[in-house]
Structures are given as C-alpha cells and as structure tokens.
C-alpha cells in the first residue's frame, strides 16, 4: 500500500497559556514519534484566552505521512484530532486481511473503552454508596440540589 498523506487539527483547553503551549509541542513531538508516522509540516497557533473562564485554547495543524491505514486510525484513537483529512492518494484499496485488521483492532478499541467505563461507573456507585454510609446528610444534599436543577 502506498503512503498516506494527511493534514491534522489538533486542539487542547486548559491552563495556564504556557502550559497548553508546551503540551502541544509535546504531543506533535510524540505524533512524529510515533512507528508509521512522520511529521512533514506543522504549524502552531498561538493560545486564545476563553471567553467568560480562565481557560485558553490552542490548536496546531500537522501534515502527516502514514505507512498503513493502521497508523491512520490508531492517530484518530490515540490523538483524537478535531480534524482528519486525507490529502493523498485519492482512492485506497484494501485487501481482506488489512480490512480484517482494521475491524479486529476497532472492535479491540472499543472493548477497552467499553472496559474503562464500566469500572468508572462501578468506582462512581461505590464511593456514592460509602458517601451514603458514611455521610448521608451530605448526600441528601447533594440529590436534593441535582433535583431542583431543570432539565
């Protein structure tokens, strides 16, 4: 299969400024690291403070060359661009086992995130049942406050 050549948006929030920038640094510096992956072209924007909050937001863009499609989805997965698009080649053919690998490794992807939040939703109703115990006046209060909220 040839190579891939896509441009990426990447965006981060949070604070301070100098945190997000070097954070972005850091995580375009990782993406060229990464097996499959090489950075051709990156662009840092400059961080925009948030409107009403003491958060700022910034994004680079990254012209990316990739080795399979396998490097394409494992980028959108493990970087979660707020924008993906393929530059070239402008049609790609896949075999059945590169499709059979892309699905297995979605499918795995999946699973784990299915995992990750279940156990979040187990360790959220343990500590609201120990909080129940151990302080059900807090607890009270904290329900009665969800419940006055409109929907």
């Not at 937001?57 to 990254?62: K, L, P, R, V, W």
């Not at 997965?77 to 896949?94: C, G, N, Q, R, V």
């Not at 979040?120 to 151990?134: D, T």
């Amino acid at each position: 299969m040839e190579k891939i050549h896509a441009t990426l948006m990447i965006e981060i929030l949070g604070k301070p400024e100098e945190h997000i920038k070097e954070a972005m640094r850091t995580l375009i510096t990782k993406l060229g690291a990464e097996k499959g992956v090489q950075v051709l072209n990156k662009t840092y924007h400059e961080p925009k403070k948030i409107e009403n909050s003491d958060l700022f937001t910034t994004f680079a863009e990254a012209d990316v060359e990739l080795d399979s499609l396998s490097n394409y989805f494992g980028i959108i997965f493990a970087y979660m661009p707020s924008h993906i698009e393929i530059t070239s080649p402008e049609k790609i053919t896949l075999s059945n086992h590169d499709l059979n690998e892309l699905g297995g490794a979605l499918a795995q992807r999946l699973h784990n995130y299915d995992a990750i939040t279940k156990q979040a939703i187990g360790e959220k109703e343990f500590v609201l049942e120990k909080l129940r115990e151990s302080a059900p006046e807090v607890f009270k209060q904290i329900t009665t406050s969800t419940e006055k909220k409109p929907n």
